[in-house]
């Protein structure tokens, strides 16, 4: 199950872009731990100066979990969604959804692999208990990475085939996450409020993924 774990999968090398971005000077290794003694990270990390060394840093570079989640951050903020657990949930769906075909699957090792959401809705109608949560959460998930990373790719099978729009997209995976809010599972584990979250503000989610994904160009495989 996708985690909002982002900030806390930061490297030692992470850690040291963000303090290089905010003051100009690079730390040594062993200074890392006792400068951020002194600072909040997370306001570090809204710092524009700091988005833009994470950007634009030679290698290593950032780890994808530091490099997502200060692009989402932003632009969820833009978008008036200012919740920073939301942008960690977000940086690391496009993190694990970007590995091989984790985003086809409801978990990591699960023997189905799905590619269109009304089959991701068969199975949630044909599932019960802890199942049914996963299902449901997967919904959202797929929906808002398919909607929210590819958006060009969308509009173009719509004009081309006929197929949905993004406001199907919006809708499945709204209702995915709304559903998944109100399991006892989602209570279980701590998720009840960014699921609640992303079911009430899904279309917002998904454009502000729209905005990171033409920052970056993104395309499908």
Sequence with gaps: MIQPDARSRFTMNDLSLVLEGASGVRPATDDVAIRLLDVDLDDLLDQPK?????????????STSLFFY???????????????????????????FGQGDRAHRVAPMDDHKHTYLVDIMSAAAASDGDRRFRVLVHLGNYALWLSGVFPEHIDSKQSR?????????????????????????????????????????FSALRSALNDVSKTLNLRPA
Aim: hydrophobic share 35%; charged share 25%.
């Design 50 to 62: 700091v988005a833009e060394k994470v950007r634009t840093a030679g290698p290593p570079g950032p």
């Design 161 to 201: 085939r006929g197929g949905p729009g993004l406001s199907y997209y919006d809708a499945l995976g709204g209702l995915g996450y709304s559903e998944a809010s109100g399991h006892p599972l989602a209570d279980q584990v701590g998720m009840t409020d960014v699921y609640r979250t992303a079911g009430d503000r």
């Design 70 to 96: 200060v692009l989402i951050r932003q632009a969820l903020v833009h978008h008036d969604i200012p919740d920073r657990r939301m942008a960690d949930y977000c940086a690391s769906l496009l993190r694990d």
